[in-house]
């Protein structure tokens, strides 16, 4: 892993650690490894995305309440690139690509203006794989915060 591990949020570690138990070895856990009750305090901030074989590529499958009301909509079943919450969707969209091309957790700490605010976030990308090799859903967890103004990058 890389050296964000050490200055990450507490529960992005967590959620980390928990991933990696799942895996037992293997390159990726399935979505039958992870269970809900295990991670029950985390599920108001988890995203799960469906990779699709076709245009849209990844689509909303579940969305945390907490999430949910961060961005003010319930996005199931759209693609991400038709509701995606971030900087822009070539952004968005390219994080998604690269978990999938790299079959690994991504880590990102992003700031960016939603309309008339501005959100803090730390992402964490988890790729999972029914066959242990294909990509087909993504979990995301995300603790965010509004800011009240731009921060300095």
Not at 34 to 48: A, H, K, S, V, W
Not at 65 to 89: I, N
Request: proline share 5%.
């Amino acid at each position: 892993m890389q050296g964000w591990v050490e200055t990450c949020h507490p529960d992005i570690r967590l959620m980390l650690g928990y991933w990696l138990e799942k895996c037992a070895g293997r390159l990726m856990p399935a979505r039958s490894d992870i269970d809900p009750g295990e991670i029950r305090r985390f599920l108001p901030y988890i995203t799960l995305v469906d990779v699709v074989d076709d245009d849209r590529r990844c689509v909303y499958r579940l969305i945390g309440t907490k999430e949910v009301a961060l961005r003010g909509c319930y996005p199931t079943g759209k693609s991400v690139a038709e509701a995606y919450f971030g900087r822009s969707v070539e952004n968005v969209m390219a994080k998604y690509d690269g978990v999938c091309a790299g079959r690994a957790p991504f880590h990102e700490h992003d700031n960016f203006q939603v309309v008339d605010r501005y959100i803090g976030e730390e992402n964490l990308f988890l790729p999972l794989s029914d066959d242990g090799l294909t990509v087909n859903k993504i979990l995301v967890f995300s603790i965010n915060r509004d800011l009240y103004e731009m921060p300095l990058e």
